[in-house]
Structure formats: structure tokens, C-alpha cells
């Protein structure tokens, strides 16, 4: 109802604008005495010392959180890791088996393929990690240890606040079990703590700027296809950016790793096109600044997302979305925020259905 819409347009709006407060729920009570800890996860090292891959099965933007954790997981755990969509890996023989983690992402806790995997997993002698929103929820219950993400409910149809939690805690929890097998060291871990701890304000800042996203779309309203691309934890983020754009606003888009647009998608791009960049992951900037390059060469029209310290971004892109200086590990869980800000400023200027996008259900619980 317009009562529990608090106000805004669209229950989309006010997700976004929640997720400060979403970023600070899901920190609650794991971090303590500026150390990470995560109680739920009360492995023993011992039980770790086993473990030999890893995996995120999931749908939708949910996959795309667990794709962030891949990155992370090979990272700080330095054990192989896999990402992968629920209905794909139900059907396929993963080969795993009692040394395997499977974390199992799902806002609702109710999708009909992402609990196929938990079951097909756990049929396997996995042991699972659940990342769910909804308390009490068939995943929640059926997963050997649940982390809840806590971001309250989530009305929209197209995830936004979850994705941020989601994300938030999938970190804070590849840190905690880094811990437990020695890969976290002090001064790493002090890091951490400090940069959570600066998101919200992150966030907020962002939120503050909402204008010139929207002032950007409505320069670039009648667009018919965008490439979002990016690098790393960027690639991850650029898939994400692109579904919401895709499920909200009708337009097509399409993530793709920046590395990679010279082995296909460049061949598409023309003075009509749009790119948005996503150059927030420091250590490979110069990388995309390249891919960005190559874009402008063809005429193509390049909006990016970078961080305030970023100096080379300007002379390139036509436009710039400035964020604040995040740690680069942390990035996707504010980056995403002009992302969703674009697909719901899209969508609203095409005068869409925002909340309840056509063919898209919130909850799939049907295969
Ligand atoms: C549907 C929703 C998406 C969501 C996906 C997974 O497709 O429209 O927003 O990301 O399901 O849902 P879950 O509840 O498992 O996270």
C-alpha cells in the first residue's frame, strides 16, 4: 500500500534508500572488541584443515553476490572456489563431497532451485553455509549453519537491499573463517573493521548524489542496449548492474568482463551505444581505462563508476559517477548503489512498473 511505501514512488526507491541502515544491521553484533566474528560459523580448524573447494549456488542477483565471494574466497581462504547459478549446478554432477563448503544464497529462502542444490549438496555430504534474509525459511532450515543477512523485507520484486547485505556478509564471513585458519592476520583484520565501519557513511554520500544519476539517465532515456563492463570484483558488479537494467527498465544490457569485450562485443559498439565502466577495483584500473579507450575509439558513449581518488578516469570516460575512496575488497556493497539508482531512474522516465516488473516474480518457487 501507499501507507507502507513510506512515502516514495516505488518500494524499489525506498529499499535503496534503506541501505545505510541495511549496512549497519548486517555489521550488528560481528564485529566485537574490533574483531570479526561471525558466532554462527563456530567451525574448528581442525574441521577446516579438510576443506578443499568451495561454492555459491544461487539465482539471480543473489548468484551475483555469490560471485563476489568467489573473488574473496580464493583470496583470503586461498582454496579454489566456484560460482554458480542453482539450476545449472542441480542438473549437473558437481563433484564434491564431505571436504566441500557450499554457501547457499537466497533473499527468501524459498527458491525452488537454489533449494534443489542445498538438497542435492547435502545429498553429497556437503557441509552448507546458508545467506538468507527471511528467518525461518526452507533454506534457512535445511542448511547445516544459517547466517541471517538481516536487511528486513524486501517488497520490490528486483533485489536491491539484500544484494548489499548479502554481499556485506558474505564478506564478514570468508573473513571470519580466514581467521579460524590463521590467513587473517592482525593488521589485515584491523583494516577490515575500519573500513566496515566507514560504509554507512559511504553509502549515505552516495545517496546524497542520486540527482546526477538521474540527471545522466534522462540524457540517455531512449537507449536500446548497454554494455556494463568491469574487472574483477567490478565483473561481478557490472553483471549485477546489468540485470537490474534488464528486469526494471527493459533495456537490454549485458555484463561483460572488460578483458574480454575484444573477443566479441566491441564489434557492436557504435556512436549509439552506452557503456558503463566500472573502474572502482584500484589494482586493475589501468586495465579498464584501456577497455575504455578501445570504446571511445568506436564512437561509444562510456558513463563510469569510479572512485573520488581515481585521476585518470576523467580524461577518458564522457561522463564519471564519482564514489567514495572504499577499501577495494569492499567496493561492491556501495558500488551497486548507482547501479540500482540507474536502472530505477531508467525505468521510471519509461514511466515503468517498477515494483512489479512484467513476467518477474519475486519469489520462484516453481522451477
Ligand atoms: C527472483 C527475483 C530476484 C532474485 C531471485 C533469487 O528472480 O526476482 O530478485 O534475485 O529470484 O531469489 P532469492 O529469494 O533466492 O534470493
Redesign the pocket.
Known sequence: SDAQKGGFKHFMLKEILEEPDVIVEALRGRIKNGEIEIPELDFDKNYFKNINQVYFV??????HAGLVGKYLVEKYLNIPAQAEVASEFRYRNPVIDERTLVFV???????AD?LAALRLAKEKKAKTIGIV?VVGSSVAREVDKVVYIHAGPEIA???TK?YVAQVEVITLSILHLAKIIDKLNEANEKLFVEEFQKLEGFAREILENKEEIASFVSTTKNIEETFFIGRNLDYALSLEGALKLK?IAYVHAEGYPAGELKHGPLALITPNSLVIAIDTFTPLSDKTISNIKEVKARGGKVLAIAKKDNTRIKEVADSVFYIPNVLDDLTPIITVIPLQLFAYYMADARGLDIDKPRN?????TVE
Open positions: 544461487a539465482c539471480g542477483t543473489a548468484y544464497v537466497s533473499q527468501s529462502g524459498e527458491t537454489t534474509n520484486v528486483a533485489s539484500a528486469e518477474l516474480a519475486k519469489s520462484v
